[in-house]
């Protein structure tokens, strides 16, 4: 069975850093999409980061991150990072990692289409951001 392990949330000050964790097991993650996705109080889950399982392929970073957050993997330690800087509160929420079989749609469709397209969920974790 599939598993996604989250870690590397907490509290940090406007402007701070955090790297996020996200471990899988039970799957060859070589062969997987992965999504990083922020579910605020009040709002709808939504697609951050993404990445392709190909190595060539472009990642995706929603406008509201970008030049921020930067998404990466390390297939050999089965895990996905999401590298996340000058935090802003607006960042503060749960923070999940998904993971998708091939095929593929685009990887900026993938990450805007969210539970439509990745199958595998972990349980999420927490960032908040003071001002």
């Known amino acids: 069975q599939p598993q996604l392990v989250e870690s590397g949330g907490g509290l940090v000050q406007s402007g701070g850093s955090l790297r996020l964790s996200c471990v899988a097991s039970?799957?060859?993650?070589?062969?997987?999409?992965i999504g990083w996705f922020r579910q605020a109080p009040g709002k709808e889950r939504e697609g951050i980061s993404c990445?392709?399982?190909?190595?060539?392929?472009?990642?995706y970073s929603a406008d509201s991150v970008k030049d921020r957050f930067t998404i990466s993997r390390d297939n050999a330690k089965s895990t996905v990072y999401l590298q996340m800087n000058s935090l802003k509160p607006e960042d503060a929420g749960v923070y999940y990692c998904?993971?998708?079989?091939?095929?593929?749609?685009?990887?900026?469709?993938?990450?805007?289409?969210?539970?439509?397209?990745?199958?595998?969920w972990g349980q999420g974790t927490q960032v908040t951001v003071s001002s």
């Open positions: 998904a993971a998708r079989a091939p095929p593929f749609w685009t990887v900026p469709a993938m990450c805007a289409r969210g539970e439509q397209d990745f199958e595998s």
């Open positions: 039970g799957f060859n993650l070589n062969r997987y999409a």
């Open positions: 990445i392709s399982s190909h190595k060539d392929v472009p990642t």
